[in-house]
């Protein structure tokens, strides 16, 4: 006996099933991952220490949720097509493109995040026994063979995610 597989649309807008509440999850983790990466570094007693396992994850959750959060906005922007993740005001950071600087809008660090050759964690060694991470991470590329280099400010990318997520999906039904 075969099974009958049908396939639907979730969603009838995007043809995608996005919680918004588990994309908030998502941001509210990274935050507390680049905000308690200091407090980690002046607890630990030594690499032997159990909590040093915790801290060793950071990195791949960190790349995770980037990719995550980067795919799940540039299909909701796409698909409800009103320039929500676009706006100049949603200041993530910079681009580098040879000698030309410019902003890194919420929809373009999302790109570069999704078509970044490395992403690059920057590391603060600072008077800890550990060195931590500081909410700025660096992404590299090429595109039609121009190399470019970009950073995001993590606050300000996590904080121009949910003021345009918020316009689709106020933050408040989800709190």
Not at 153 to 164: F, G, K, M, V
């Given at each position: 006996?075969?099974?009958?597989?049908?396939?639907?649309?979730?969603?009838?807008?995007?043809?995608?099933?996005?919680?918004?509440?588990?994309?908030?999850?998502?941001?509210?983790?990274?935050?507390?991952?680049?905000?308690?990466?200091?407090?980690?570094?002046?607890?630990?007693?030594?690499?032997?220490?159990?909590?040093?396992?915790?801290?060793?994850?950071?990195?791949?959750?960190?790349?995770?949720?980037?990719?995550?959060?980067?795919?799940?906005?540039?299909?909701?922007?796409?698909?409800?097509?009103e320039?929500?993740?676009?706006?100049?005001?949603?200041?993530?950071?910079?681009?580098?493109?040879?000698?030309?600087?410019?902003?890194?809008?919420?929809?373009?660090?999302?790109?570069?995040?999704?078509?970044?050759?490395?992403?690059?964690?920057?590391?603060?060694d600072?008077?800890?026994?550990f060195?931590?991470?500081?909410?700025?991470?660096?992404?590299?590329?090429?595109?039609?063979?121009?190399?470019?280099?970009?950073?995001?400010?993590?606050?300000n990318?996590?904080?121009?995610?949910?003021?345009a997520?918020?316009?689709?999906?106020?933050?408040?039904?989800?709190?």
């Amino acid at each position: 006996m075969s099974e009958e597989i049908k396939a639907f649309k979730i969603d009838k807008e995007t043809g995608y099933w996005i919680d918004p509440r588990s994309v908030y999850v998502d941001l509210h983790n990274l935050l507390c991952i680049f905000l308690a990466d200091e407090a980690y570094a002046k607890i630990l007693n030594g690499e032997k220490d159990p909590l040093w396992a915790l801290a060793s994850i950071a990195e791949k959750e960190i790349t995770r949720i980037l990719i995550n959060s980067a795919i799940v906005a540039r299909i909701i922007d796409d698909q409800k097509n009103e320039n929500s993740f676009n706006d100049e005001s949603l200041n993530c950071g910079s681009l580098f493109e040879g000698e030309k600087k410019s902003i890194l809008t919420l929809r373009f660090a999302c790109n570069k995040i999704i078509h970044a050759d490395d992403i690059g964690i920057v590391i603060v060694d600072k008077g800890t026994k550990f060195s931590f991470i500081k909410s700025k991470i660096i992404l590299t590329g090429r595109l039609h063979s121009k190399e470019w280099n970009a950073e995001i400010d993590i606050i300000n990318y996590i904080r121009s995610y949910l003021i345009a997520m918020d316009k689709l999906y106020p933050l408040k039904e989800y709190t």
